[in-house]
Every structure is written in structure tokens, then in C-alpha cells.
């Protein structure tokens, strides 16, 4: 089983920044994608951006150019650094983990989600 915990949200005015941070933990053998959700109301929850184990990333076209994913292997975290923020960035951020134990099961995991709120 696999936790994730994630840190960072809270209030900010437009073109203000962010940093979320997501640490994982349980019995993981290795990391493959890491990634940040997000989920307004009344809306589905949508890819804002992903990052592989060798580095690759992917971003959502409404944030490419705003938001930077990191991650560090060694402390099992991946970082969302959000600049320039709008009012419709409001949503609750989830990170998703897929990994491996150490019997050979992937998982794919969830975190809690935390409130990002851009006032105008």
C-alpha cells in the first residue's frame, strides 16, 4: 500500500505563485509517473501535468508555460511549482503515483488533495 501525502495549497491572489508537494511512502519498490490533478466544481478531474522517471513531462495546454513538475527519486517526492496563477486554477489538486513494490505489483495511488484558491 502506498501513501501520499500532499502540502502547499491555500489562498492566493491572481499572478500569484504556489508550490504543491507531494511525498510518497509504503512499500515501494520503484516510481514510474508522478503526477498532479485537479478538480473544480461541478467539473471532471483533469491531467495538469506528469513527469516519468527519466524526466519526461507532460503538461496540460491551459498551464504549459505557468506551472514547472519536479521530481526527487531519492525522497520520493514530486513538486508542482505554479507562477502566474488565474482565478480558474481554483480546484482541488490531487497527486497520482503509479509505482512498484517489491513483490512485482504496480499500484497506482492517490493523494487526499489539496485546495488551490486564486482570488481576482
Known amino acids: 500500500q502506498v501513501q501520499l501525502v500532499e502540502s502547499g495549497g491555500g489562498l492566493v491572489q491572481a499572478g500569484g505563485s504556489l508550490r504543491l508537494s507531494c511525498a510518497a511512502s509504503g512499500r515501494i519498490l520503484s516510481i514510474n509517473v508522478m503526477g498532479w490533478y485537479r478538480q473544480a466544481p461541478g467539473k471532471q478531474r483533469e491531467l495538469v501535468a506528469r513527469?516519468?522517471?527519466?524526466?519526461?513531462?507532460n503538461y496540460a495546454d491551459s498551464v504549459k508555460g505557468r506551472f514547472t513538475i519536479s521530481r526527487d527519486n531519492a525522497k520520493k517526492m514530486v513538486n508542482l511549482q505554479m507562477n502566474s496563477l488565474k482565478p480558474e486554477d481554483t480546484a482541488v489538486y490531487y497527486c497520482n503515483v503509479d509505482s512498484w513494490d517489491y513483490s512485482g505489483r504496480s499500484f497506482n495511488s492517490w493523494g487526499r488533495g489539496t485546495q488551490v484558491t486564486v482570488s481576482s
Open positions: 513527469i516519468t522517471s527519466d524526466g519526461n513531462t
